[in-house]
Nanobody
Framework: QLVESGGGSVQAGGSLRLSCAASEYSYRRTCMGWFRQAPGKEREGVALIYSGGGTTAYSDSVKGRFTISQDNAENAVYLQMNSLKPEDTSIYYC??????????????????????WGQGTQVTVS
């Protein structure tokens, strides 16, 4: 089970931090990511992290502004979002999969590869 928190409304240029708490987590082999979906658009990958080595990947649209991180002790993954833009407005979803292994960081455009999803949290940038 994945539970997101931390969404909200912010002005352009502001920051938000999203959290995703996982009830089942293996720090050795979990692929976790943040995806987002705006009304009328497909779900798109934002950031991925592979717990095996803490390696990360980002979409071009957020690179340099967003940072994904993990806390193994807390079974949690975070998304720090800085320099937010109106086009970042979306519902943000946390996703996890225990079987992707080394394919984790190429899963940016493959939301269907992930078996577990949170309920989503709204981020609005005005």
């Amino acid at each position: 089970q994945l539970v997101e928190s931390g969404g909200g409304s912010v002005q352009a240029g502001g920051s938000l931090r999203l959290s995703c708490a996982a009830s089942e987590y293996s720090y050795r082999r979990t692929c976790m990511g943040w995806f987002r979906q705006a009304p009328g658009k497909e779900r798109e990958g934002v950031a991925l992290i592979y717990s095996g080595g803490g390696t990360t990947a980002y979409s071009d649209s957020v690179k340099g502004r967003f940072t994904i991180s993990q806390d193994n002790a807390e079974n949690a993954v975070y998304l720090q979002m800085n320099s937010l833009k109106p086009e970042d407005t979306s519902i943000y979803y946390c996703a996890a999969d225990f079987n992707l292994g080394g394919s984790c960081l190429v899963a940016m455009g493959k939301p269907d590869w992930f078996d577990y999803w949170g309920q989503g949290t709204q981020v609005t940038v005005s």
